[in-house]
């Protein structure tokens, strides 16, 4: 018999209790709550070491990175459910502000309430009719949905056709420099990292996890699947938005071409890589996919051959991630689960 | 509006043969290949490179040579999709759905990468053009080398419906569709059947590749990305996982797209197919000919 029948349906291994021995020093390290904080210092105190308009710039775009991974974390990590057109609400983002901005004359800052709604709106029409079926056509659904968000930018003429808009102010008109709009952006991303994470922790957080693990079984506990899943798709719709108006501010033109399927790739590989689920992993992830192309230079030809075999390894031999997401018990549950083993 | 029918009905042969490819391997094992569009375009590809070595022979008999690299190329392809499913798919076969899609992800881009570094990122223009003399058919515009490739992709269709409905190889994939641990007991040789899926399946993507190259004549390492996305579109229309369900679709989805264009102007195309496609979802998600499945826990 081959190895289909000896795994369990869902693909974990089976769970053992694990006694007497406690977390390793170097896991109680990596789930430490102030490990958020010490990276936050550390993106803080970077400008300090190296501020060359193209250092900041580059940390800058790792910042923005970031909170597109934590949000599509949100939807696949949290919820098990595969975007492939992430980029599309980037774009949604993006675009929104950046047509309000020039058109009306608003600071972007400003734009922010309508571009939540638009997202909000735009995640609807796409999740509504494709999260009652199964995830497959989730998957495929968004790819188109992220293609005709592309095509529909290149063709309407509010949004500039092939050339895009430009002109875009900044996010508080152009008071910032670009050291003080890297710590505007990193303030902006640590609150959305922030607010994720704890919105993973949250009760809705806990039906996510839930609902990637067994969505039958978590339909049978009384969770409302289809509520919680559009509840994922709308927040990773969100944070794609708002990642979008800091990348209309950083760059102050926008194009067709900065939308295309290879970011929703990328964001995608930074989630899987650094752990889905995992917010640390996460940050981690996009950290490192943001950077890459910086470090590797000279490989630029093999970097997404690479990338496209890394995911199938990362798969095969550490669907985990790199950095896990381990459930932690409290302690008013832990003393239940002794009780019950006695 | 008879020159639009033909264009649809060309286009949408073609739609059907990419989908063919994806809905067997759906209906069989449950998993959306993504990377099946790019084994389209690796079918492209693999015969610009054997063209390239057949050389003289191009030159006075085209559309035989063509014929040749055509089979030749499917089982290129064929043997590609196989080694995809024994490397990526099948040790992670059980494992949950969402590591399977994340895995055809990967295999899609390295398989657009990988022939960008083999073949360089740009374009190719295919040694044999199939221009050609046009003749009008009820007031359409209908060239000999569309006729000849709609009649390959219909002979393909037609071969592969024979051996999924007639053959006793067919008849062992329908059983692995139904209920993969009863074909074991039963005897059927479940890893071998599922290669052989991919292989014909991934040779139908290639043949469509070349026929795809030879038309249109110019060929780049991301084609495959969209006409993945319609061939899938195609296959939901239809009812994914039945067969004479994703030649309808495939043939519907050219008909929607060669009229939309006409109506909204070429640059909508894509948008007005995969526009249809979340309509499709949202009315009849089990599409025209599927049947409503109720899965089992």
Known sequence: ????????????????????????????????????????????????????????????????????????????????????????????????????????????????????????????VIGAPTLRLRSDYLAIVTLGFGEII????????????????????????????????????????ALAVLLAARLGRSRLGRAWRFVREDEDAAEAMGVHTYKVKLAAYIGGAIWGGLAGVLFAAQLSAISPASFTFLWSALVLMAVVLGGMGSTPGVVIGAIVISLAPELLRGLADYRFFVFGVLLIMVMIVRPQGLWPHRSRETPHTAARSGEAAE | MSQLIWNGLFVGSFYALVALGYSMVYGVIKLLNFAHGDLYMLGAFSGFAMLGVLGGLVQSQSLLALLLVLVATMAVTGLAGVALERVAYRPLRGAPRLSLLITAVGASFALEYGTRIVAGPNPKVYQVRLGGTSMEVFGARVTVQQLVLVAIAIVLMAALNWLVMRSRQGRAMRAI????????????????????????????????????????????????????????????????????????????????????????GGQWRDVFAFGCLILFLTVRPTGLLGERVTERV
């Open chain 2, 177 to 264: 569709a139904l209920d993969p641990k009863a074909a074991r007991l039963m005897g059927v040789d479940v890893d071998a059947v599922i290669a052989r899926t991919f292989f014909i399946g991934s040779a139908l993507a290639g043949a469509a590749g070349v026929m795809a190259g030879g038309y249109y004549g110019k060929i780049d390492f991301l084609m495959g990305f969209i006409i993945g996305l319609k061939a899938f579109t195609a296959a939901v229309i239809g009812g994914i996982g039945n067969m004479q369900g994703t030649m309808l679709g495939g043939l519907l989805l050219g008909l929607l797209e060669s009229f939309g264009t006409d109506w909204l």
């Open chain 1, 150 to 189: 592309r095509i529909c930018a290149n063709n309407l003429e509010i949004t500039g056709g092939p050339s895009g808009i430009y002109g875009i102010p900044g996010l508080w008109g152009d008071a910032l420099g670009p050291a003080g709009f890297y710590y505007a952006t990193v303030l902006i991303v």
């Open chain 1, 1 to 124: 018999m081959s190895a289909v029948e000896n795994r369990p349906v869902d693909g974990g291994p089976p769970v053992k209790p694990v006694r007497g021995r406690g977390p390793s020093l170097v896991t109680r390290l990596l789930e430490s709550r102030r490990l958020g904080w010490g990276g936050l210092a550390l993106a803080l105190a970077a400008p300090l070491v190296i501020a060359t308009p193209y250092a900041l710039n580059v940390m800058t775009s790792a910042a923005i990175f970031v909170m597109l991974a934590v949000g599509l974390n949100i939807v696949v990590g949290y919820c098990g459910l595969l975007d492939l057109g992430y980029a599309a609400f980037f774009a949604v983002g993006a675009y929104t502000s950046g047509v309000l901005a020039t058109e009306l004359g608003l600071p972007l800052l400003a734009t922010v309430p309508i571009v939540v709604v638009v997202t909000v709106l735009a995640g609807i």
